[in-house]
């Protein structure tokens, strides 16, 4: 292919819709490297073939697909990893998006009743770690049994919202080991444990009331892990 044939840097971002800049940056990673760069002045040139990669690219990133999921997409020749990308995004997204909603309110709340700091009397727990066998798997499970929310950033269904009395993480570990066992308040225990099975939890002992503690039930998520349910 003569040089005439190939487009230069800012005839290409024009087309592709990526800035010069943006292509640049995706160069320096590997991700869309031009068709020849200038020994001597360093000037990018790009083939016409690749205008329909570039917007590719584009269009993945405009909608915040991570560099590497992006990357995958482009090294699949049959471009099937396409909509499995788009869904696991999709349900970042749908996280992403309820934690933003969670703050929202909680915003709201201190613009109406103020921000409270409540001095700390006593310790108590706001944080467990699970072991999960399938983390897709787990996160429909808790949404769906207690709209859990799951940050990716910290790896965690997040419970309340900070810093409220209610604020309590759950945190998930890959490694396969032990099962975790830990305990949630709820509203009624027998809706709560209904709602878990339904869910596709695994019934340890239904609800029940005991003259030492509230009113209770034992399930397992789908991991094996034990959620105790306690009336609060």
């Known amino acids: 292919m003569s040089s005439d044939k190939f487009l230069s840097i800012g005839a290409f971002a024009l087309i592709s819709g990526l800035s010069i ?3 640049r940056h995706y160069d320096e990673l590997g991700l869309l490297r031009p068709a020849i760069v200038d020994p001597t002045t360093g000037y990018r040139r790009y083939r016409p073939d690749q205008v329909r990669q570039a917007r590719l690219i584009c269009a ?3 909608v915040d697909v991570p560099i590497d999921a992006v990357r995958v ?10 909509r499995t ?5 999709r349900e970042r997204l749908v996280d ?3 934690v933003l909603s969670h703050m929202v309110r909680t915003v709201d709340h201190y613009i109406e009743q103020g921000v409270a700091m409540p001095d700390l ?8 770690t699970i072991t999960v066998a399938d983390l897709a798997e787990s ?11 799951f940050n990716e950033e910290i790896s965690s269904f997040v419970f309340g919202t900070w810093p409220s009395e209610e604020f309590f993480l759950l945190t998930v570990a890959h490694e396969h080991g032990q ?6 308040l709820v509203e009624d225990v027998d809706a709560a444990h209904h709602r878990a099975v339904d869910a596709g939890a695994v019934e340890v002992f239904p609800p029940a009331d005991k003259p030492w503690k509230p009113r209770s039930s034992c399930v397992t998520d789908p991991s094996g892990n034990h959620i105790d349910l306690y009336q609060a």
């Open 85 to 89: 990308v788009l869904h696991r995004h």
């Open 96 to 98: 992403r998006a309820q």
């Open 121 to 128: 009397k006593t310790p108590r727990i706001v944080q467990v």
């Open 179 to 184: 099962r975790s066992r830990f305990g949630l």
């Open 139 to 149: 996160i429909s499970f808790y949404r769906a049994a207690f709209d859990a929310v």
């Open 21 to 23: 800049h943006a292509l």
């Open 60 to 62: 993945l990133r405009r």
């Open 73 to 82: 997409v482009l090294d699949d020749a049959d471009g099937e990893s396409l």
